[in-house]
């Protein structure tokens, strides 16, 4: 039963995670990331731990990603344009996955030759009273480390969207519509990017 | 019967592999932006997959800081790509790569 | 034959109860739909519907029908992968926390001797709830927050101005108000040490207060409002201001399609209704029932069933009311009230709770 659900809900995450780079549309990539943050939810169910399964929803599928969709709308973005300039990316990123897929072949490998150790059968591990016993005794360090960052990033947030001098950013803007059309005009495309 | 942990971590790297070959390809900063908290997911799939096998509560807390971690990220980042959005009128990358203007 | 009837037995029970679950809340809401028409004409002086059946009791099946044998249009230029799955998102996130909620007390005293193949074995109690789990209260906000991507892809994928401005408006206030949400449930779980929603009831039952509505008030308000902020209802229903976007992101959705928004909204409600009642009013639960009533007894679970939908239902009506009554928020308002007064207020309680409990603990 668990089999039959975990490679139900991997075969979903893997198409769901080609998909999200396979496609030019944000939008879709992005639907397609949270079809990945369900499955891997939906596995975490499976592996006892409801606790971070039930906050990887409402953390990363219920608040991250629809801060992504709504910028994504809000700033209407089009598809991506192919890239012309840095070709040699291509090779670097084809080679680059080639490595490390061996490499994940190489660990199932040896994972799978280490002796079968007993599953650890522990349901209680991933509770909610566990975990916040762990985390409010022995991890309050980190707790706390994580809680000022997030602070930090509240406050970088907002100091980085702030409109500072309305006039000036419109002049910026234009400035860079009329840089593109003369670069289009000269037909230069390494200014025109 | 239940899947192996072998398993566990083959589908955790064959979801970080895709997930560095998107960051490279993509062109667009959100879309780099959410291949990046793919392999970001698929890290914590191994934590909560060892959590589980070694009956230890360690690797689900860890999974919570990156979760935090992924937050403060977003808030950040997705902030970063607004403004460079009121500058360039673009996410492209490559727009980023002119310190003119 | 004895072991695979007694693999299957779980699963089917599982479904049937889930398909009883989920019959009878699309049954209620249909009705809730009836009640909000009449209600809203009483409030505005009207009749309202009474043509179909005795007093318009049919109505919701003829509108169903209308629904049904409508045109569907699906206008030319819009994305149809998204355009198609966003009334899906919709209605099953809308429909998902059922699973977790407590309907009634569990039932100890039913002999399950009559089933064959000794399927009654291990069986002791009849819990009502169809899947009990230790995070009830996070998985129904999770499921609540995903729901917003029903309302944020039909936005973007019907490619239509106001469509769009429907969709961008839900999202903002969505995060806005989940936040304040959050925060006023993080007192009531402080009191019951609890995620489980069954837990949180008996919780409520051994406090000396009954229910939570008396020591967390002020987070029983910012949940409700939230609440209505979550729903889309009136005052908060600006995603589909009609008055400024036509219909909002419902705008190029017709037929079937439409019902399923619509029947998502009204969900919605039924399902924040039920989070209200178990979290601050007791769920299930009726102070002095015992007196009257045999604990885990069939009569008590129907008592007790019968006095958590009339609480459901005065929420239902307060919902109704509302909408008969208050005018809608400008969007500057709303974000300014979500952010900087139900927020901060939520957090105040948050603190305020810490401290008490923290002196009841000593």
Known sequence: MVTALFFL??????????????????????????????????????????????????????AIMVLVVFVIMLLNLEED???????????????????????????????????????????TVGETLNIGRAMYTEYLLPVEIVGI????????????????AQPELTLVVDNELARRNEAEEIGDYRIGL | MEPSLASYL?????????????????????GMFMCIELMLNA???????????????????????????AAAEAAVGLGIIIAFFRNRISVDVDDASILKN | MEAIAKTIFPIVVLFGAATIAFGVVLMIVAYTVLAERKVLGWIQGRIGPNRVGPWG???????????????????????????????????????????VYPFG????????????????????????????????????????????????????????????????????????????????????VMLAGTLDLNGIIYAQMASPFRWYIIPQFIGFVVFLIAAFAETNRVPFDLPEAETELVAGFHTEYSALKFALFFMAEYVNMFTVSVMVVTLFLGG?????????????????????????????????????????TLPRFRFDQLMNFGWKFLLPVALANVIFTIVIVYFLNK
Request: hydrophobic share 55%; charged share 10%; net charge positive.
């Open chain 2, 10 to 30: 083959a589908l955790s790297g064959i979801l970080f592999t895709i997930g560095t070959v998107g960051v490279i390809f993509k062109r667009n900063a959100i």
């Open chain 1, 81 to 123: 344009r192919p890239l012309n300039r840095l070709r040699y990316l291509y090779a670097v990123g084809g080679g680059l996955g080639l490595i490390l897929l061996a490499q994940t072949f190489f660990i199932f490998y040896a994972v799978s030759r280490v002796p079968k150790q007993p599953v650890n059968v522990d349901e």
């Open chain 1, 9 to 62: 809900f991997a075969g979903l995450a893997i198409a769901c995670a080609i998909s999200l780079v396979y496609h030019k549309n944000p939008l879709y990539s992005a639907v397609s990331l949270i079809g990945v943050l369900v499955s891997l939810a939906c596995i975490y169910v499976t592996l006892a731990a409801p606790f971070i399964a039930a906050v990887q929803v409402l953390i990363y599928a219920g």
């Open chain 3, 105 to 188: 007390p569990a039932i100890t005293t039913i002999d399950w001797s009559f089933l064959p193949f000794g399927l009654d074995e291990g069986i002791e109690r009849l819990p009502l709830t169809i899947g009990q789990i230790d995070v009830g209260v996070l998985f129904v906000l999770g499921i609540t927050s995903v729901g917003v991507y029903g309302i944020a892809l039909a936005g973007w994928s019907s490619n239509s101005k106001y469509s769009l401005m429907g969709g961008l408006r839900s999202s903002a206030q969505m995060i806005s108000y989940e936040l304040a949400m959050g925060a006023s449930i993080i007192g009531v």
């Open chain 3, 284 to 324: 299930w639960y009726i102070p002095g029932l015992t007196h009257i009533f045999e604990m885990g007894s069939v009569a008590y679970a129907i008592a007790s069933f019968v006095g958590f939908l009339l609480k459901i239902s005065a929420f239902l009506f307060l919902y109704i009311w509302i909408r008969g």
């Open chain 1, 149 to 164: 960052l997030l602070l930090m990033a509240i406050i970088g947030g907002v100091i980085l969207v702030r409109r500072l």
């Open chain 3, 57 to 99: 009791m049919m109505q919701p099946f003829a509108d169903l029908l209308k629904f049904i044998f409508k045109e569907d249009i699906v206008p030319d230029k819009s994305t149809k992968f998204i355009y198609y799955l966003a009334p899906i998102i919709a209605l099953t996130c809308a429909l998902m926390p059922m699973i």
């Open chain 2, 43 to 69: 890290v914590n799939l191994t934590f909560v997959a060892f959590s589980r096998y070694y009956a230890d509560v360690t690797g689900q807390l860890f999974v919570f800081m990156v979760m935090s971690v």
